[in-house]
């Protein structure tokens, strides 16, 4: 069969997804119903740690992750929910969390935290399943 070849990555690599100290506390001090990981499809040349976060709650139904872009200036500048849109739009609950996430977004101070963001998303799903209800 066809051999796989595993490309070892450059130190340079490593060294621009470097988590910034105060992010790695914050992730440390999440809710553990919060699962993240790195996003290993996207490296970043500008210092932004992009996180694919997972929701592990008994009580909520399974949604597709959330990914996130926090920038090298954490916590000086917002983190950014990467709207993949069309993950949310499969069916009209994942729909209704997206329009509620996205309202919920607006109503955010101008600086938050990854934390806030968790919190609101987590929330919308909450939201999106009162009113399917």
């Known amino acids: 069969g066809p051999s796989i070849t595993s490309r070892k990555r450059k130190p340079d690599e490593d060294e621009r997804q470097t988590i910034p100290n105060i992010l790695q506390g914050e992730v440390a001090r999440l809710d553990m119903k919060f699962l993240i990981s790195l996003d290993p499809s996207f490296c970043s040349n500008t210092g ?61 101070p101008d ?6 963001l968790l919190n609101t998303w987590a929330q919308s799903i909450r939201q999106a399943c009162l009113s399917a209800a």
Do not use: I
């Open 111 to 116: 600086k938050h935290s990854v934390t806030e």
């Open 48 to 108: 932004a740690v992009h996180l694919v976060c997972k929701l592990d709650d008994k009580n909520l139904p399974s949604v597709p992750p959330l990914q996130l872009s926090v920038p090298a200036d954490y916590p000086d500048q917002s983190p950014h929910w990467a709207d993949e849109g069309e993950q949310y739009g499969a069916n009209s609950f994942l729909q209704t969390v997206h329009k509620n996430m996205t309202s919920k977004l607006l109503q955010l």
